[in-house]
Nanobody
Framework: QVHLVESGGGLVQAGGSLRLSCAAS????????VGWFRRGPGKEREFVAA????????AYADSVKGRFTTSREIAKNTVYLQMNSLKPEDTAVYYC????????????????WGQGTQVTVSS
């Protein structure tokens, strides 16, 4: 069992930065890949980024490539999403999710989800 809690969301002006955290509990979290997804107002859920269980491999949606970076601190059971150069279209609820030995864009592969954290980017 893995329990995920996101934090770090908030209101920021366009061009600003935020860092989201995804804190996990569960002894086997080190074997789980983590994905970040978001759902904007009136939009479908979409993939944002993912990081492998060992932190070596990452993947990003084209819309955030070069602006967002995901990383993990294995000793702290925490995964981060650093978001720079934020745009109003990044406004969404952001979720982290965990999947055993999987880290990519398919939300159906993720077994555990956090409650989400709101990110609002003003123009």
């Amino acid at each position: 069992q893995v329990h995920l809690v996101e934090s770090g969301g908030g209101l920021v002006q366009a061009g600003g930065s935020l860092r989201l955290s995804c804190a996990a509990s569960g002894r086997t979290f080190s074997t789980y890949g983590v994905g970040w997804f978001r759902r904007g107002p009136g939009k479908e859920r979409e993939f944002v980024a993912a990081i492998s269980w060992n932190g070596i491999s990452t993947a990003y949606a084209d819309s955030v490539k070069g602006r967002f970076t995901t990383s993990r601190e294995i000793a702290k059971n925490t995964v981060y999403l650093q978001m720079n150069s934020l745009k109003p279209e990044d406004t969404a609820v952001y979720y982290c999710a965990a999947a055993l030995l999987y880290s990519d864009y398919d939300p159906r592969k993720y077994n555990y989800w956090g409650q989400g954290t709101q990110v609002t980017v003003s123009s």
